[in-house]
């Protein structure tokens, strides 16, 4: 319980941190969203001082000193109240990032499920048959090709089988000229938009959750208790899972939380080229019109992410592994 109670304390230390960095590095930016706001309302010809006035109470522009903001800023998360976004007005920031955070979890999720069992099955059975052919090519293969950058996967992909081969759509979720409906139409157009972003994230991450797994795993079948349960006449099969993997995975699941962040940021340039309307798509836009609202209504909503993740994981820690559920 001691442990639970230390790790609940220390991502809600990491929590406030992250939120109080949120607030201040949009602002530490070249220019300010009241000028953005002022070019923008002055093109569309002479307005009266009293409407501008309005549009900037309305975007939450403020010339409060700093501090005071801050408090404002604070006071507003906590009642879950992140403002208007300027780009996309009147729509209030929750709402933009709802949409987008369906896409994500829906990309995003996907791709982490898929590459992490493709990877810990690889290394399981690689360090399992140690020395074959298998064990020989698969990890320098998915090594080499995690060595390769998002923003270069993804063009290729995009540039093979969306534009040459004409196998996928190029861009964005799904088809426009649908409605977003629960049907076979709409549900196809998804799967069938989400094929090439989902691959270039797998790709990227299949050699990491193989070469972790495999490497855990072989000293894992060092240990006594797994000659044990092999002198036993325990079969292969339950002993690789049952015995060898189940501890294998211990630290694997460390790695899963932790690489929520990276896949995440790799989904910025992975979003940003397929045009998928998600978290990362929207957040570079943001930054582009220095969108403070969305902005930091992003930042916060993938940092609570990873931390949730990780908090998640530490959870998943005591349940499965005894000696921690002693301290």
Not at 53 to 60: I, N, S
Not at 150 to 164: D, E, K
Not at 189 to 205: D, N, R, T
Not at 306 to 319: E, F
Request: hydrophobic share 50%; charged share 10%.
């Amino acid at each position: 319980m001691s442990y639970i109670l230390k790790r609940v304390v220390f991502y809600l230390i990491a929590a406030w941190a992250s939120i109080t960095l949120n607030f201040f590095l949009p602002r530490m930016m070249p220019g300010d969203p009241g000028s953005v706001l002022l070019a923008k309302l002055r093109g569309q010809g002479d307005i009266r001082p009293e409407v501008i006035d309005a549009m900037m109470k309305a975007y939450g522009v403020s010339d409060d000193p700093l501090i005071f903001q801050y408090f404002d800023y604070m006071r507003n998360i906590l009642t879950g109240e992140f403002g208007v976004s300027t780009s996309w007005f009147p729509a209030p920031v929750t709402e933009v990032i709802r949409t987008g955070f369906i896409w994500t979890v829906i990309l995003i999720g996907t791709a982490l499920i898929i590459s992490f069992a493709i990877g810990s099955i690889l290394g399981v059975i690689g360090a399992w048959k140690r020395g074959s052919w298998m064990d020989n090519v698969t990890p320098p293969v998915f090594v080499f090709l995690g060595s390769l950058p998002y923003f270069w996967i993804a063009p290729m992909l995009l540039f093979a089988f969306a534009f040459h081969f004409q196998w996928f759509p190029p861009r964005h979720a799904y088809n426009t000229d649908l409605s977003p409906t629960f049907s076979w139409a709409y549900i196809s157009s998804v799967i069938g938009h989400m094929i090439l972003p989902v691959i270039s994230v797998v790709i990227v991450s299949v050699g990491g959750w193989l070469l972790g797994m495999r490497n855990t795993m072989i000293a894992i079948l060092s240990e006594d208790y797994v000659t044990m349960a092999e002198a036993k006449g325990l079969s292969s099969r339950r002993v690789m899972f049952g015995y060898g993997a189940r501890n294998a995975l211990l630290p694997t699941l460390t790695s899963f939380g932790m690489s929520l962040g990276f896949i995440l940021g790799g989904s910025l340039f992975t979003e940003m080229i397929f045009a998928y309307p998600g978290l990362g798509y929207l957040l570079i836009n943001s930054v582009r019109g220095l969108d403070y609202p969305l902005m930091q209504g992003l930042f916060m909503m993938i940092t609570f992410a990873v931390l949730l993740a990780n908090l998640i994981v530490d959870l998943l820690y005591v349940r499965l592994d005894p000696r921690i559920r002693k301290s």
